[in-house]
């Protein structure tokens, strides 16, 4: 059985640096910026994405995320949320370079208002543009193996298959899906979207995911600092059950007692 100090040597490995949280957080739909950063710390989350056409990081005259988040303490992980073209996408994320918050980025590119489902196409395109450019690209994109290879075969530094759209709350509608990707990556796994709540995300980590990452569960939760903490235990408990290894499904009962010694 592994003790806390061996699980806190298998760190989640991000394009070459190293964490010890496997849970990503988002920043929207907390009632402000300093429920935000309540919850951020609950989640124990070293990695913060922000949505840069949403949420104000690059104009220091008016209230700014940033001013809440110690950069030192947080890698900030800038998001093309709200873009529908492969073109506001790679702008959105020059702009977030621009400003300072760095390389790496998720990359959004929906293809639907009203399932919020990304455009494979224009994420291949998109991606294949911000690769070339010098950027760390976490594409979010379906639970597609062939979509995932892809974008692994153009040097996206990771894959962010859906569980389900966002926003929904339902929980990994497809495991078998996600299984394959996971035996053919060769890159970090992180589910994105879709996740409801704690064993959701135990789920995702007992499978063999890396990380997951979140927004809707735990700000719209009735009291999001308490889900970010429920949602912080799930990750730990996913993650070392996948360690540990399940014992194999039984079709019949086996007695949980060794049957020697019995009085006849």
């Known amino acids: 059985m592994k003790k806390d ?40 989350a070293e990695i913060v994405t922000v949505a840069v056409r949403r949420v104000n990081i690059t104009d220091p005259s008016k209230e700014n995320l940033l001013d809440y988040l110690d950069p030192k303490k947080y890698t900030i992980l800038p998001n093309t949320a709200g873009c529908y073209t492969a073109e506001d996408a790679v702008r959105t994320c020059r702009l977030a370079r621009a400003a300072g918050v760095g390389n790496l980025v998720k990359l959004e590119v929906i293809g639907s208002e009203k399932t919020l489902f990304p455009d494979v196409p224009a994420t291949l395109e998109a991606a294949k543009t911000l690769v070339q450019d010098g950027f760390i690209v976490l ?45 053919h990556s060769r890159v970090p796994v992180i589910v994105d979207a879709g996740v409801g709540t704690a064993s959701d995300a ?13 927004n809707t569960a735990i700000a719209g939760a009735k009291d999001p600092i308490l889900m970010a903490e429920a949602m912080k235990l799930g990750v730990e408990a996913g993650r070392k059950a996948f360690l540990a290894g399940r014992m194999p499904k039984k079709l019949y009962a086996t007695a949980s007692s060794p049957l020697d010694g019995m009085i006849e």
Do not use: Q
């Open 202 to 214: 135990a789920v995702a980590l007992e499978m063999g995911c890396d990380a997951v990452l979140m």
């Open 5 to 44: 100090e061996d699980v806190m040597k298998d760190p989640f490995v991000l394009a070459g640096k190293e964490y010890r949280s496997r849970l990503i957080v988002g920043t929207g739909k907390y009632k402000d910026f300093a429920e935000t950063k309540r919850a951020i710390e609950a989640s124990g």
């Open 139 to 183: 594409p979010y994109i379906f639970d597609d193996p062939v979509a995932c290879k892809r974008l692994e075969d153009l040097g996206c530094a990771a894959v962010m298959p859906l569980a389900a759209p966002i926003g929904s709350g339902l929980g990994i509608r497809n495991p078998y899906n996600l299984r394959i990707i996971l035996e």
